[in-house]
């Protein structure tokens, strides 16, 4: 296997600061949003790696996918895997709940 290809098994390497995350956390955004800001900062804080998409620099289908996916028309909309978190409001209170949160970042 090529040195950077995650390996699904184990999952990411740990390194100083960061957390294994079996998976991954997509964080869908708009350049300039401040509540995908401030999301973005509490995973960064959390040392919880995620891989964001801005949709305003694809084309419509993609916003228009996210609202179908997700029944909002707001961003930002966080995923875990395939598991839909909500956005920075429901983020929030997932953090607020440690033992909810451990379980969901599994
Ligand atoms: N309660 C939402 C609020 C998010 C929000 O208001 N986002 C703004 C951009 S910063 C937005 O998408 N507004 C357009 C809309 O609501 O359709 C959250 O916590 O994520």
Redesign the pocket.
Same mark, same amino acid.
């Given at each position: 296997m090529s040195d950077n290809v995650v390996d699904v098994e184990s999952g990411p390497p740990a390194s100083a600061g960061r957390r294994p995350l079996l998976g991954r956390i997509v964080v869908y955004s708009?350049v300039g949003? $401040?509540?995908?800001l401030k999301?973005k900062a509490t995973l960064k804080e959390r040392g919880l790696d995620y891989t964001e998409v801005s949709v305003d620099r694809y084309p419509p289908e993609v916003r228009n996918w996210l609202i179908e996916r997700t029944g909002?028309?707001?961003?930002?909309q966080i995923f875990f895997n395939e598991k839909h978190v909500?956005?920075? $409001?429901?983020l $929030?209170k997932l953090v607020a709940d440690a033992e909810q949160f451990e379980k969901e970042i599994k």
């Open positions: 708009v949003c $401040q509540h995908c999301a909002k028309t707001s961003v930002p909500g956005g920075n $409001q429901e $929030q």
